[in-house]
């Protein structure tokens, strides 16, 4: 898959999930940017790899994807957009090629001539033949990533499978590890890893002859399904931020109206995109648990610090790389700016003061340790059987007010008296749409 391919399905099934199915072809294709008829190409490409990845769509249903995005909204045992990361970076070829190296390697080692002789006598006869160089490209691959070793020897180099260490765990060993994972998977971030790791546990109790449907004791309830479709670009910045380099993308703003541009070569049919082209310096990643959103932090030339959406992040591609100190300066710098950030702002600093209600005398105080967990670098500074005082000062009440509005009526804003008018209005709000309604309508 091209990487402006994989660009154009992150954002497609972004809004598919977020759309609940509210629009049309048409309005979906104008609304993503891009024609009907690219719409449907995707879509069926889409069907493709979620069929041959996740065994879950029955041949003939055409809107088998959008109802399974649907009707799986809340179950994430098995998160569905994940399937888009399983079939990212191969083609068709090569997955029929390295499917068939891993399951020859399993049984025995064999040099790169071995198994060249293996692919022309396996593979099917409408899938080309590799060469002698595409073998060792995918053997070379395939041990970087850790799937493959080499035995120790001379040449010509044998190698097998990288397993041992799933062999050598009993099957009680391996169940304990499965279940860490799952865990782990489903309650970290990021977390796309966790879930191919857990599916390789998964095909190895499999292959014990397990039953996984007795098996697994968790299930969660996901509600940013979106968020793994952002851990997309997520180690590419990660890397750029490890080897100081720059990154150049096209950023779709989420305010705009269009969720994709293409990158058009021939000038028929070139056009505007809605997007800015940058070159900027990653600098740190910010995660907002209310939200479940990714945020670049990075330096411009022009706009110095800026703040980046991950989810708008297209074309994505690692630049030259900054001297050492350049990178510490800018980053200190950052830091100084984000040092009482809710989450990114960077406003006036304000001190916000509410007090928080308690739920009862004899029940457990879910509000007092979720406030503990959640606020930051706040304190409490009076407490009584009924209710506590927190403190905290941050950049700015835009992303704290969410926060505070999440607790309901267990949360009364004291200070400052801007907020607390700002929460009095829309209570009032609420209020109305609750009033009693005419028995007589």
């Not at 610090?305 to 297209?314: A, I, N, P, S, V």
């Not at 074309?315 to 050492?324: A, K, L, T």
């Amino acid at each position: 898959m091209a990487r402006e391919s994989f660009d154009k399905e992150i954002q497609f099934l972004r809004m598919l999930v977020l759309s609940g199915g509210a629009y049309n072809r048409k309005q979906f294709a104008q609304r993503l940017g891009i024609s009907v008829h690219t719409f449907d190409k995707t879509l069926r490409y889409l069907k493709e790899i979620l069929n041959s990845t996740a065994n879950r769509l029955p041949e003939g249903q055409e809107k088998a994807l959008e109802e399974a995005l649907q009707h799986n909204y809340y179950e994430s045992a098995d998160p569905l957009l994940l399937f888009l990361f399983r079939g990212k970076s191969l083609k068709e070829s090569e997955s029929y090629r390295l499917s068939l190296l891993l399951t020859v390697l399993q049984k025995q080692t064999l040099t790169a001539m071995e198994l060249i002789d293996v692919c022309c006598s396996s593979l099917p006869s409408d899938q080309p033949l590799p060469d002698e160089k595409t073998i060792r490209s995918d053997l070379k691959y395939l041990e970087e990533v850790g799937v493959i070793r080499k035995e120790p020897g001379n040449r010509p180099y044998r190698y097998t499978v990288h397993n041992a260490w799933i062999e050598q765990l009993s099957d009680e060993e391996l169940i304990d590890l499965y279940d860490f994972v799952d865990v782990m998977a489903n309650t970290q971030v990021p977390s796309v890893q966790g879930y191919l790791l857990r599916d390789n546990l998964k095909r190895s109790l499999m292959q014990r002859g397990m039953d996984l449907s007795r098996m697994e004791p968790f299930l969660y309830k996901y509600h940013y399904h979106s968020r793994i479709l952002d851990e997309a670009h997520l180690y590419t910045v990660f890397n750029a931020v490890k080897q100081r380099r720059r990154l150049r993308f096209l950023y779709l703003s989420p305010k705009k109206r269009k969720g994709y541009a293409s990158k058009n070569t021939n000038p028929l049919f070139e056009r505007e995109t809605n997007g800015i082209l940058l070159t900027v310096l990653p600098l740190r990643v910010v995660y907002d648990h209310q939200y479940g959103r990714w945020y670049l932090i990075g330096y411009n030339s022009r706009q110095g610090m800026m703040k980046f959406r991950m989810e708008g992040l297209t074309q994505i591609e690692e630049g030259d790389p900054v001297p050492e100190a350049e990178f510490e300066q800018k980053l200190r710098n950052v830091e100084d700016k984000l040092k009482f950030s809710w989450v990114t702002d960077t406003g006036n600093l304000v001190k916000v003061v509410a007090r928080f209600y308690n739920p009862g005398k004899w029940q457990a105080n879910f509000v007092r340790e979720r406030v503990l967990l959640q606020g930051q670098w706040g304190t409490i500074t009076e407490e009584n059987d009924e209710s506590f005082v927190y403190e905290i000062s941050v950049n700015g009440m835009s992303e704290i007010k969410p926060w505070l509005r999440s607790f309901g009526s267990s949360c009364e804003v004291l200070e400052p008296i801007q907020l607390r008018r700002e929460f009095i209005a829309e209570w009032k709000e609420i209020h109305v749409y609750y009033e009693p309604i005419r028995e007589d309508i």
